[in-house]
């Protein structure tokens, strides 16, 4: 009976609204602790970009006046290299800064990590709603949340990852709203649907998986299972697909001028995006374009907590089993939505070979999916253990608190390793981590290395950075005089480097004068960053 404490604890009233509370009191106080990353400065950028493209578009002869002097001989949106990159959230984002008169670079960027985790806190109550109607069970509702929330690279980058997490926010709420539909709600949920749908396509384009897979759902659900409603069915496909369209029309600028031609260069740029980097995979370096089709299939695998795996497996098994056994339920088509969103994305990237690096950040979305499987999963052995140990119904309860125990220690590993969740991997990394994948590939570990140059170092001293072109933006304007940043690391007092690219550096790999290392971070025995003094 005691073990069935778990289950009764997670039933208590009240406590979803309690706990979301304190996950969003403590993402309101740690927001701040997150460095600026890697693609921060390139998406503000392009949502100036698109804000000067759609002011040439709209008031031409406005344009002038509203552009800033120094952009005014900005290129057209058809010669700017970005051009096929959405602008969903940064170019609002950019209208927000100069809207509350943020003039500084940090303050700016702070302003798009609490933006960005504001977005993500968002999705868990659809997430919620989502799981609690469709299992009818307190506890494991939020078990999938806590699925959802503290995988430890999902909770870091929930602050900072300015498209990847925002997408995953869509996705989840689109499932949720798919899933209203193929219950048999009405059409204000499709035009929900279309809604969100356009924005998630016009945040990336990757976004249209989810008409693919949701009408491909749809379409199985109403033959196999013999509905008689075709008229209504396809009078709601319709409404969706034309509030998708426009939505996805009027929330991507560069498609305003060339529709359907603009709509093929987005396209065809999505499997074979143009990078040349070098990436560290399995202890060696590829060019991007080389990589193994298996790459993010190993990523999956090696940074996502392996009870979650175990968890979605099950899922996965339980849904193919259904679909083979309980063809003509309607249930079934509702698992098989969001086994497609989990799986039809991860195959057409290992088909179509498609480029990718930094992990499997550009498939985070299909995690919408995953974690809906990993909550079926938890259902279904809950439901095997209490068959199997009917007399004994400690044994479910001891299931349901071995679950608990798991999120317990993620939470214990999040907040030990904070701020550098980023970098969490599985035992199935195996040993010298850092020397066989990419470590902090989005660079917000140089904050913490500029604070201990800021607080250890004389004013102005001179720091030559290995990699993240957005690394002075964590220095306040303030704190500009503080430290001087060089690319000549002759002229450097110090070097910082968080061993992305590394070995291909060729200012490091040259320099022949002894060096000092005087800080560095490491997690889980894996160095994260260093500091170097050259002097």
Known sequence: MKLNLFSRLLNTPKLPMILFVVYFISGLLIYKDYGVSYDEGTERHIGIMNIIHVARQLAPGMASKVIPPDLKNAPDMEHYRDRDHGALFALPMVVLEKGLGI????????????????????????????????????????????????????????????????????????????????????????????????LATALRIVGIFLPLIFGGALVLKHFFTQEKDLIQKLKMLVIMIVVYLLTFYIAFPYLWTDPIGHFIEVFENLSKYPLNA????????????????????????????????????????????????????????????????????????????????????????????????????IVTLEDLLKTWFANKPVVAGGFIGLNVLVVVYLLAWIVKNHPYQNVYFNVLAGNHVDKKFEMDYWGTSYKQALDYLKAHSQKGAKVKINGNICASYNLGKSEKDALKFVSDINQADYFITEYRHFNFNPDFSAYQVPSKEVFNVEVDGNKVISIYSLK
């Open 103 to 198: 003039d500084d670079e940090l303050g700016v960027y702070r302003l798009w990590h609490l933006s960005t985790f504001l977005i993500f806190a968002i999705s868990i109550i659809f997430l919620y709603k989502l799981l609690s109607e469709r299992f009818q069970k307190q506890y494991v509702s939020l078990l999938g949340c806590f699925i959802y929330i503290f995988s430890p690279r999902f909770f870091a980058e929930s602050f900072y990852n300015p498209k990847d997490l925002p997408l995953l926010s869509l996705f989840v709420i689109a499932g949720y709203l798919g899933f209203k539909i193929l219950k048999g709600a009405n059409y204000k949920y499709a035009i929900g649907l279309g809604l969100v749908m356009g």
């Open 278 to 377: 070098p990436v560290l995979f399995e202890g060696q370096y590829y060019i991007a374009p080389d990589l193994p089709r298996y790459y993010a299939l190993i990523w999956i695998l090696i940074t996502t907590p392996i009870p979650f795996l175990l968890l979605a497996l099950v899922g996965v098994i339980a849904t193919l089993k259904q679909w083979i056994t309980e063809y003509n339920k309607p249930i079934t088509y509702i698992n098989l939505f969001f086994l497609g969103l989990f799986v039809g994305p991860i195959l057409s990237v290992v088909v179509l070979d498609s480029t990718l690096y930094d992990g499997w950040r550009h498939l985070y979305f299909t995690y919408a999916g995953f974690v809906y499987l990993a909550t079926l999963g």
